[in-house]
């Protein structure tokens, strides 16, 4: 159980564009859901927490007019990274709780190339 | 706010032999204290958590010790095996943080066959 799915797993697209990446929890119902960003070889950074129903929660210095985060119900999230530049680059990873305890699942991360 | 350290950030050991990775937090108040595995481009995976009011937790070959005094908690493989090879993160929750996580700096471990 507490499966979470990422999609798409890669992506590719011109500077200037958008990209949206869903995150899905597929067997249970997700109460918050987390998004994170890595680097190559650093640890995961937090970029923003998302309550089914309500705003999403940003990090400080991550742009939330940058990185729109939606959370229409309780087994999908979405992120779109809007008008994506090279920087923007990186694999991003959402995750999950179930609401019965505190425990994260992640899904498989999803890495963006912005050309 | 918590902080937590991770150490070693690299370990190589001998396929067979254990591998002990450290980390130590900085917020007494944290309770929840997760460790994962990621593999290379794949996400996280949960491999044993361990909670405040618990001092050591196993699972086969992982286990977790906790010592809340010294504010340090342990991840112990023993009888490694190539495919333990990955990045290995702590992480803590503090208490009232909303769940969310506090990442060490991962350690990478290499399993030689």
């Known amino acids: 159980g507490a499966v979470v799915s990422q999609h798409p797993s890669r992506v590719i697209c011109k500077s200037g564009t958008s990209v949206k990446i869903e995150c899905r929890s597929l067997?249970?119902?997700?109460?918050?859901m987390f998004w994170y960003r890595q680097f190559p070889k650093q640890s995961l950074m937090l970029m923003a927490t998302s309550n089914e129903g309500s705003k999403a929660t940003y990090e400080q210095g991550v742009e939330k007019d940058k990185f729109l985060i939606n959370h229409a119900s309780l087994t999908l999230s979405t992120l779109t990274v809007t008008s994506a530049h090279p920087e923007d680059s990186s694999f991003y990873i959402c995750?999950?709780?179930?609401?019965?305890?505190?425990?994260?699942?992640f899904g498989p991360g999803t890495r963006l190339l912005v050309l | 706010g918590e902080n937590v350290e991770q150490h070693p950030s690299t370990l190589s050991v001998q396929e067979g032999d254990s591998a002990v990775i450290k980390c130590t937090y900085s917020d007494s108040a944290s309770n929840y204290f997760p460790w994962y595995k990621q593999e290379l481009g794949k996400g996280p995976q949960l491999i044993i958590d361990i909670r405040s009011n618990v001092g050591e937790k196993k699972d086969q070959r992982i286990a977790v010790t906790l010592n809340k005094t010294a504010k340090h908690f342990s991840l112990h493989i023993t009888e490694t095996q190539p495919e333990d090879s990955a990045v290995y993160f702590c992480?803590?929750?503090?208490?009232?943080?909303?769940?969310?996580?506090?990442f060490g700096s991962g350690t990478r471990l290499l399993v030689r066959p």
């Open positions: 992480a803590a929750i503090p208490m009232d943080s909303s769940y969310k996580l506090i």
């Open positions: 067997d249970f119902q997700a109460t918050t």
């Open positions: 995750s999950a709780i179930t609401g019965v305890g505190e425990t994260q699942y």
